[in-house]
């Protein structure tokens, strides 16, 4: 079971657990997200990358809001992470909301790895993309699941969580990965284009840049 967000990390995540030779079930979250573009991504993404089924579910977080990326009201920040600080597009426990979902869909498939695009590197501050909260996951889902009682342990793989942007389109260029699919963007239009301005933006651009590849990102 593969989080795919139609960002670049998630793709990468993909096709590294394609190369490991597990047949890959992808699912993406609607959770209230400022745009549909990612989305849209992650539709080209696992097509591309040969999934082996893509799944969209609806999380209405935006009922609570709390984040930039899921309350209009709060604007997306584009002066770069502040070293120790929560950034403002931090969405309060997205990344545990939706590995819940993937622990259960995975059950139902009998599936037994669930793998998602932590980055604890290019950090920007989100507590759910520590090495810490990955085991702690997986301690629950070995905890809460039938699966796990009866004695077949689950796993939570976040393979690119201690690798650098520009390591992680290097992977994901190795392993074929189209990154001109994928869209970062916090900002992006409905088109998929990129602001260029916001710190994911920025984040990629450099990324690229330091990977020595060209980027193939579409800015407004």
């Not at 998602?116 to 290019?122: F, H, M, Q, S």
């Not at 920007?124 to 702690?136: I, N």
């Given at each position: 079971m593969v989080l795919l967000s139609g960002g670049l990390d998630s793709a990468t995540v993909l096709a590294m657990a394609r190369a490991d030779?597990?047949?890959?079930?992808a699912l993406s979250v609607r959770y209230g997200q400022r745009h549909s573009a990612e989305l849209d991504a992650a539709v080209?993404?696992?097509?591309?990358?040969?999934?082996a089924s893509h799944r969209i579910v609806?999380?209405?977080?935006?009922?609570f809001g709390g984040s930039a990326?899921?309350?209009?009201?709060?604007e997306v920040p584009t002066t770069g992470p502040v070293p120790g600080a929560i950034p403002v597009t931090y969405v309060p426990a997205r990344n545990t909301v939706m590995l819940s979902l993937a622990l259960?869909?995975?059950e139902v498939l009998n599936g037994r790895d669930l793998f998602?695009?932590?980055?604890?590197?290019?950090y920007?501050?989100?507590?759910?993309?520590?090495?810490?909260?990955?085991?702690?996951f997986e301690t629950l889902a070995n905890l809460a699941t039938r699966a796990g009682v009866e004695g077949h342990r689950l796993r939570v793989h976040a393979p690119i969580i201690a690798l650098s942007k520009s390591e992680i389109i290097r992977m994901?260029?190795?392993l074929g990965v189209d990154f001109s699919l994928t869209v970062s963007c916090y900002r992006a239009g409905n088109d998929g284009a990129a602001c260029g301005a916001c710190d994911a933006c920025v984040i990629r651009r450099t990324g690229f840049a330091d990977a020595g590849l060209p980027d193939p990102t579409r800015y407004a």
């Open positions: 030779g597990f047949d890959c079930y080209r993404v696992a097509a591309q990358l040969g999934a609806d999380v209405d977080l935006r009922a990326l899921t309350d209009d009201r709060l259960g869909y995975a998602y695009g932590a980055n604890a590197v290019d920007s501050g989100y507590p759910d993309c520590r090495p810490a909260f990955v085991e702690a994901g260029a190795k």
